[in-house]
């Protein structure tokens, strides 16, 4: 019995890694479950799986908990950014899965990983934030970070087996988002609502406005440079509309090895869990006689910047990405309460990255202090005319 940590339990990631746990509850035993503000769900689910300790993202949220709850069997109730550092470094704990979204999962990833922990990992911004971090102290504490994403998912894949030093290349898929056929000037008028329908996958609201700018895919890229150890010139992006192929490994003789599989991330995060074992889970199986046709095409990057912005932070290194992920953060949010248009996203991480100076990440109080400058600074442009 694998003893596990969800945190993030009451998002897309968390709900579908619940389904993954329900289908092999003799292998998987939920010990612990983080969540933000969804007190219903998070309500539900600790009634479900009989949690010994919860955490919830304040103290008001902890209150609320605590009044919908029996006093009987009632599970330690912890909250904020210690609560989940807390929750995901208890001495039971082997594996934590770290679904939350957004900065805020950075230091109970990282304190886990310190811990000695297993980390199934479907928060990116962790190591865009922080990833050379992390890795060293993976390595450090011989313990393994299995990335969730579907497309990091499908390079450990098509790796197995494989010597590193026999790739040429990684080839990222990317669906592009709902607006691949808009002009740009079609892409000025977008609405929230818009955005938030995603062709093929269902996911958060973050998620998933960051993938209709493909922000979310620039995100990726630099994760994928430091959990597979590659330098940024190996990591290639392609626009595949069908999200068939999650990913492709090109090796040095010109062999390509690619994962495919239908779009459900139950798929991503049972092979995390179980890794390296493919466990059965009760999808449908690909059908390519259905699918008839796979198409990839270049990604235009004047049409969708926030990708061209984010190689340029990963490129210019440091504490760059952890701006450039915190500006993101801030713009997507206003763009969701309708404060900025769509095109202005991008417009307001470029000109929060022109006033950074970056510095080496050497600890992580550095990436924080960049990320807290980066959302003010953020803050601060969106208030006035850009």
């Given at each position: 019995?694998?003893?596990?940590?969800?945190?993030?339990?009451?998002?897309?990631?968390?709900?579908?890694?619940?389904?993954?746990?329900?289908?092999?509850?003799?292998?998987?035993?939920?010990?612990?479950?983080?969540?933000?503000?969804?007190?219903?769900?998070?309500?539900?689910?600790?009634?479900?799986?009989?949690?010994?300790?919860?955490?919830?993202?304040?103290?008001?949220?902890?209150?609320?908990?605590?009044?919908?709850?029996?006093?009987?069997?009632?599970?330690?109730?912890?909250?904020?950014?210690?609560?989940?550092?807390?929750?995901?470094?208890?001495?039971?704990?082997?594996?934590?899965?770290?679904?939350?979204?957004?900065?805020?999962?950075?230091?109970?990833?990282?304190?886990?990983?310190?811990a000695g922990k297993q980390v199934a990992l479907a928060n990116k911004e962790t190591m865009v934030m922080a990833g050379y971090?992390?890795?060293?102290?993976?390595?450090?504490?011989?313990?393994?970070?299995?990335?969730?994403?579907?497309?990091?998912?499908?390079?450990?894949?098509?790796?197995?087996?494989?010597?590193?030093?026999?790739?040429?290349?990684?080839?990222?898929?990317?669906?592009?988002?709902?607006?691949?056929?808009?002009?740009?000037?079609?892409?000025?008028?977008?609405?929230?609502?818009?955005?938030?329908?995603?062709?093929?996958?269902?996911?958060?609201?973050?998620?998933?406005?960051?993938?209709?700018t493909l922000m979310n895919k620039g995100l990726e890229a630099i994760e994928a440079k430091w959990l597979f150890d590659l330098?940024?010139?190996?990591?290639?992006?392609?626009?595949?509309?069908?999200?068939?192929?999650?990913?492709?490994?090109?090796?040095?003789?010109?062999?390509?090895?690619?994962?495919?599989?239908?779009?459900?991330?139950?798929?991503?995060?049972?092979?995390?869990?179980?890794?390296?074992?493919?466990?059965?889970?009760?999808?449908?199986?690909?059908?390519?006689?259905?699918?008839?046709?796979?198409?990839?095409?270049?990604?235009?990057?004047?049409?969708?910047?926030?990708?061209?912005?984010?190689?340029?932070?990963?490129?210019?290194?440091?504490?760059?990405?952890?701006?450039?992920?915190?500006?993101?953060?801030?713009?997507?949010?206003?763009?969701?309460?309708?404060?900025?248009?769509?095109?202005?996203?991008?417009?307001?991480?470029?000109?929060?990255?022109?006033?950074?100076?970056?510095?080496?990440?050497?600890?992580?109080?550095?990436?924080?202090?960049?990320?807290?400058?980066?959302?003010?600074?953020?803050?601060e442009l969106i208030a006035q005319p850009l």
């Amino acid at each position: 019995m694998k003893n596990i940590a969800l945190l993030g339990s009451t998002g897309s990631i968390g709900v579908n890694t619940l389904k993954v746990i329900r289908l092999h509850s003799d292998k998987y035993n939920l010990v612990g479950l983080g969540a933000g503000k969804n007190i219903d769900l998070l309500a539900q689910q600790i009634a479900e799986w009989h949690p010994s300790t919860v955490a919830v993202q304040n103290h008001e949220a902890a209150s609320e908990l605590e009044d919908r709850l029996p006093s009987r069997n009632r599970p330690k109730i912890l909250f904020g950014t210690e609560g989940l550092i807390e929750l995901a470094t208890m001495s039971e704990i082997d594996m934590v899965v770290s679904a939350v979204s957004g900065a805020a999962g950075l230091l109970p990833t990282y304190e886990a990983v310190r811990a000695g922990k297993q980390v199934a990992l479907a928060n990116k911004e962790t190591m865009v934030m922080a990833g050379y971090l992390v890795m060293a102290e993976a390595a450090k504490h011989d313990t393994r970070v299995l990335p969730i994403d579907s497309e990091h998912s499908a390079i450990l894949q098509c790796l197995r087996g494989h010597p590193s030093e026999d790739v040429r290349r990684i080839i990222l898929t990317a669906s592009g988002g709902p607006f691949l056929g808009l002009s740009p000037t079609e892409m000025e008028k977008v609405t929230a609502a818009q955005a938030l329908k995603h062709p093929n996958w269902d996911m958060g609201p973050k998620v998933t406005i960051d993938s209709a700018t493909l922000m979310n895919k620039g995100l990726e890229a630099i994760e994928a440079k430091w959990l597979f150890d590659l330098p940024m010139e190996k990591i290639h992006i392609l626009i595949h509309p069908q999200s068939i192929v999650h990913s492709m490994v090109e090796y040095n003789d010109g062999s390509i090895i690619a994962q495919l599989g239908i779009p459900d991330m139950m798929i991503p995060i049972s092979y995390a869990l179980a890794y390296p074992r493919h466990l059965p889970i009760v999808l449908p199986s690909l059908d390519l006689v259905k699918v008839q046709s796979l198409t990839f095409e270049q990604v235009d990057m004047e049409k969708f910047p926030c990708l061209a912005l984010a190689l340029r932070a990963a490129h210019m290194g440091g504490t760059m990405p952890a701006v450039l992920n915190a500006a993101n953060e801030v713009a997507v949010s206003a763009f969701l309460e309708n404060a900025i248009s769509f095109m202005e996203i991008p417009r307001v991480i470029e000109q929060t990255m022109a006033y950074h100076r970056p510095v080496e990440v050497d600890k992580i109080e550095t990436v924080l202090e960049a990320d807290a400058w980066s959302r003010k600074k953020a803050k601060e442009l969106i208030a006035q005319p850009l």
